[in-house]
């Protein structure tokens, strides 16, 4: 089904520590969209790219996220500090035009702040 | 209010039967996705619809923009069939491309 990839599976971190998670978007697909999933199934959506540039982000990943879509590496998306309400699984997406585009999700990485 | 209201929220079948889930918009969208997350977390794609209906063997979809509602039909339910389905969807008034997702509904498959 889909092709995108994202590393780690599952990451462990003390509160106030940074988080980094990457994704590879499927091949020809300039963009990149990054949502979280809390325990309850509710999705948030945090930041999209297209190629490298910025689309929209919401105002808590401005705040406290850093992401970045560079050329010819993997996209990330860091928690500076992490809180424990920033356990969730974070997903992330890509497709091959923003508008009316079907998206494709990888396994996510699910991220436990102690 | 939830831009997506899906339902129900949880579902039982017994092999071989079928139902319907189902979501509403308070806004204009203008395609819809179904996804069904299995046990690892994984979003598998079952239908991306921009108007219409799609079948893909036991599953069918409808996407209806004017009425703000979207359906899937499971006929025929197998085992595999259990996990969490969402129905997500991108509404006409933005520019950012984002999907608005409903919070799911577990289906749960039985013999």
């Known amino acids: 089904n889909s092709k995108v990839i994202q590393t780690p599976r599952y990451l462990v971190k003390g509160q106030g520590q940074k988080a980094k998670m990457r994704c590879i978007p499927e091949?020809?697909?300039?963009?990149v969209f990054w949502y979280q999933q809390n325990k309850n199934n509710e999705f948030k959506f945090l930041i999209n790219f297209q190629n490298q540039e910025v689309l929209q982000q919401i105002d808590m990943t401005e705040k406290r996220f850093s992401a970045e879509c560079p050329s010819n590496s993997p996209c990330s998306l860091e928690i500076q500090s992490s809180e424990a309400g920033d356990s969730a699984l974070y997903l992330c997406a890509s497709s091959p035009t923003g508008y009316y585009a079907e998206q494709f999700f990888g396994p996510g990485t699910r991220l436990t702040v102690l | 209010g939830d831009q997506v209201e899906q339902s129900p929220s949880a579902l039982s079948l017994h092999e071989g039967t079928g139902s319907a889930l189902r979501c509403n918009f308070t806004t204009t969208m203008r395609a819809v996705q179904w996804f069904q997350q299995n046990s690892r977390g994984s979003l598998i794609n079952l239908f991306y619809l921009a108007s219409g209906t799609k079948e893909n063997g036991r599953l069918k979809s409808t996407f209806n923009s004017k009425e703000s509602y979207s359906t899937l039909h499971i006929r025929d339910a197998q085992l595999e069939d259990s996990g969490t389905y969402f129905c997500a969807a991108e509404d006409s008034g933005g520019s950012n491309y984002k999907l608005t997702f409903g919070k799911g509904t577990l289906l749960t498959v039985t013999p």
């Open positions: 091949k020809g697909h300039p963009v």
